[in-house]
């Protein structure tokens, strides 16, 4: 007799099976739905784990955040990540001071010079040439 590791209500099987017969979701959260379908039929963890090419801990943990969360798993969370060090408008300040005529002696605004102009506008605490670099690169 097989362990059922998890019940799945009428509702979410159907859901599961609309996610793995549409093709417009994500490869992980098909992966997911599968994994639930088979345990939902009786196969073992390891069975399960074999059959998608993902490890049982990683099936274990879809049982356990699944029986937690619901269906509600199978969809990424947002991860924080670190917030921007400059906003929109620094960004525009920036790119508008590049456009601008160079300071006397040069020809045209290098990417060191314009670093450290930013900063001694207070456009940006401080700021790499490279960073410079990158903002307006993405300018047209």
């Not at 996610?19 to 390891?46: C, D, P």
């Amino acid at each position: 007799m097989k362990k059922e590791h998890i019940k799945l209500n009428k509702e979410d099987r159907e859901k599961l099976e609309e996610i793995t017969s549409k093709g417009k979701h994500r490869a992980r959260v098909y992966k997911r739905a599968q994994g639930l379908i088979e345990m939902g039929k009786g196969k073992t963890l390891q069975e399960v784990s074999e059959m998608l090419g993902v490890s049982y801990v990683t099936i274990s943990n879809w049982k356990d955040k699944y029986k937690s969360e619901g269906l509600e798993f199978l969809q990424d969370k947002k991860r924080p990540g670190r917030p921007p060090e400059i906003d929109g408008m620094q960004r525009a300040k920036i790119t508008a001071l590049a456009c601008s005529q160079a300071p006397l002696g040069h020809a045209r605004w290098d990417l060191r010079m314009l670093a450290e102009k930013v900063v001694e506008l207070g456009y940006c605490e401080e700021i790499s040439h490279t960073h410079v670099r990158n903002i307006l690169k993405k300018t047209s």
